[in-house]
């Protein structure tokens, strides 16, 4: 991820500095960079002297000193541990200007403890870059507790001059937006293979050729990598409770395995052979209904703890996951009143708590803001 945020940096016109714990790494990063510079030049993106000059605003080395000496801001992308985060974040603070802001790509993880390992809370927040961020348009901005509007401001704005969409998360909540929403529709899918409801197979098809997704979930968690969707799965559990029960049955033996999905050869899916091929005439043996059903009863929860707008929420998961469609306007366009009873009817025959409405989804129900035909559902 830092190297594919630094090209763009770069190509937008910043001079970016990589550090790494090795040359060899850094090395490395530098050879992606080019090659996919070269990319864009073959399909006509971008100029070769763009290409060229974009390159060599890249500087590498392993020198936190010298990498910040006069740096205006500085963006992690170390592994997925805080441990590790706050480490950097404090190195980071020790050698950089008073001035700079420090962002961070965690999917997952604290930004407000992150922004506590410095003197400099205020200027520190999240920056959730999409893979590959060369490509993808979505960035969630997280405020963490500390972080000041002013770093918000101009994190969006640089969000902006890199030719992305930012959508903002006010609350440092695990999971953010899109993972959290993501997070809630594959344990639904999970649980429902479990329970021999439907094969993934078939729970696939329908996602995919009913519901219009462009994956199937399974599918799309051994794409993702099922190590990843199990870390994200742990951090929402622990975050959130019974709500995001794991299925461990289903997931846990995989991880025991090391069968992680695409990167692995194995998942839910073989992709040995490239990627599966789901049935088609299996489309109807699931009711995609029940994945809308969970995902707008998130949405709402988040909507609920003020960590993000309707719009926001749409644009991450239309954005982020190229859904057909964001879960609030899907439930403003079918009405709020059928979600509130699809859940209902899945949570009395479960006893889930991933099927529990969202206070505010009835209240908005109770007041009549079923959706768009009444004039106001999550939208006015
Ligand atoms: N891979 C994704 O799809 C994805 C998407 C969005 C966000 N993220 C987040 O981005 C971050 C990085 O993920 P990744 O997949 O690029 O990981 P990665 O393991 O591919 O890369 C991490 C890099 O950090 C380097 N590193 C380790 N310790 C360091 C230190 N002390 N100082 C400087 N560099 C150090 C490693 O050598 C490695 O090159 C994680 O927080 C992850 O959650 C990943």
Redesign the pocket.
Same mark, same amino acid.
């Given at each position: 991820?830092?190297h594919g945020i630094g090209e763009m940096l770069a190509m937008t016109g910043y001079h970016v500095m990589l550090?790494?714990?090795?040359d060899e790494?850094l090395q490395k990063?530098r050879e992606k960079i080019k090659w996919s510079l070269d990319k864009f030049v073959e399909k006509k993106r971008i100029r070769r002297e763009d290409a060229d000059s974009a390159l060599a605003r890249v500087s590498t080395t392993t020198s936190y000193e010298d990498a910040c000496r006069d740096i205006d801001m500085a963006l992690e992308? !170390?592994?997925?541990n805080i441990n590790?985060?706050k480490?950097?974040f404090s190195?980071l603070d020790a050698v950089s200007p008073p001035h700079a802001l420090f962002a961070?790509?965690?999917?997952?993880?604290s930004i407000t403890e992150m922004g506590e390992a410095t003197r400099r809370p205020d200027r520190v927040a999240g920056m959730?870059?999409?893979?590959p961020p060369q490509l993808m348009t979505l960035v969630e901005i997280i405020k963490g507790v500390n972080t000041s509007q002013e770093t918000i401001n101009t994190l969006t704005e640089l969000a902006k001059k890199l030719g992305k969409t930012p959508v903002i998360v006010r609350k440092d909540v695990r999971g953010f937006i899109v993972n959290r929403i993501l997070g809630v529709v594959f344990n639904e899918a999970f649980w429902a293979f479990k329970r021999g409801e439907a094969t993934k197979e078939a729970i696939d098809s329908s996602v995919k050729y009913t519901g219009g997704f462009p994956m199937g979930w399974f599918e799309l968690a051994d794409f !993702?990598g099922l190590d990843?969707a199990y870390e994200v799965g742990r951090i929402l559990y622990e975050a959130y409770g019974e709500r995001f029960k794991p299925c461990s049955e289903i997931i846990d033996p995989l991880i025991k395995e090391k069968k992680f999905g695409q990167k692995t050869g194995v998942g839910f899916y073989d992709w040995t052979k490239g990627r599966p091929r789901i049935p088609f005439e299996l489309l109807d043996e699931y009711d995609v209904e029940r994945s809308w059903a969970v995902a707008v009863n998130e949405a709402a929860w988040i909507i609920q703890d003020d960590a993000a707008n309707p719009e926001d929420i749409d644009t991450g998961m239309k954005l982020g996951t190229f859904w057909p469609s964001g879960p609030c306007e899907y439930a403003d366009r079918t009405g709020l009143g059928m979600i509130l009873n699809k859940l209902e009817e899945m949570h009395a025959k479960h006893n889930m708590e991933m099927y529990k409405p969202c206070p505010l989804l009835e209240d908005y129900v109770s007041k009549g803001w079923v959706g768009k035909k009444t004039g106001r559902g999550f939208y006015k």
């Open positions: 991820m830092g550090i790494d714990i090795n790494l990063a992308a !170390v592994p997925e590790l985060k480490e950097v190195k961070s790509n965690t999917s997952t993880l959730h870059f999409f893979n !993702v990843i």
